[in-house]
């Protein structure tokens, strides 16, 4: 039995906006799930959804073995939501607010303040403990309310963008933490717009376009499953160059190829053209490149 069970999940919002569109799901416990897909997709939604913040149109949903729409208090309890661009009050400090957080689930003070202490540690920011969180940085204060919920202990941890406004090395310090969350037994679910984050952390992917899931499963099969081997990206009129596929973004061109040798024979002509271009391994982001032709502007298959 999953962590996340969804079948034909449907929300419609007012003015007819279908955010999830007939969503399934079976996501397993104790690991790192990333939902992927680009603003619009209905990853927020379907977290929403399945914390017990907002109610389903249409649908069945389970956390944990209880049906959100039938025990929602109880699957409360069960788990702890970092809601998108969510900030700690200014007034407070990190170990002030954490340790409240923790107070409001459940935690004796004692327990709260300590539990506190560690997550600051464990996750670098324990030099900022008592500094007043108006004077952090905003993504230093996006890491302070993600600790509240790591440190929480629940067992189902929802991230929505938790990395966002983070820097190359702050990011990976995240990374870090989480990988021990899930270490300790817990699930994690977060949202994600950055491939290099879901494809260092995460055991399981689910990538939304539209409201739809169009792939899901460990990481690695779902790349394995896209079919190529190679894909050459290139900056300029790169029209005259085909591979087993291709699709264009605007101005840049993306082909796929499932032979290394085609894909470099490709290379050395695009680059006798002058392009500028860049040759890589198929990943996560061309799950939604190759089923995502409607959110980019200019999208096109030749």
Known sequence: MGCIVSRDLWKIFRKRVEALKGVSVNIPCGKITALVGSNGAGKTTFIRV??????????????????VSREPDRVKARVALMPQGSLPPGFSTPLQFISTYLAYRGFSRSEASKRAREILYELGLERY?????????LG???RVVAA????????????????SGLDPIARRGFWSSLLKVRGSGSTIVMTSHNPDEVE???????????????????????????GYSRVIEIYGDGKAFGGDRVVRIGDITVTYYREE????RSLKAILREGLRARVRSVGVADILILNGGDLYEGYEEP
Do not use: W
């Not at 929480?152 to 929505?160: I, K, R, W």
């Not at 040798?261 to 470099?264: F, K, Q, R, S």
């Open 50 to 67: 399945a914390s017990g913040v907002l109610k389903p149109t249409s649908g069945y949903i389970e956390i944990l073995g209880l049906e």
């Open 129 to 137: 403990a008592n500094t007043k969180c108006h004077e952090l940085s």
């Open 140 to 142: 230093t204060q996006q």
């Open 148 to 163: 509240a919920s790591i440190a929480s202990g629940a067992e189902l941890v929802f991230l929505d963008e938790p990395t």
């Open 200 to 226: 260092a952390i995460a055991d399981y992917v689910v990538a939304m376009v539209s409201g739809r899931v169009v792939a899901q499963g460990p990481l690695k099969r779902v790349i394995d499953g896209i």
């Open 261 to 264: 040798t085609d894909a470099e």
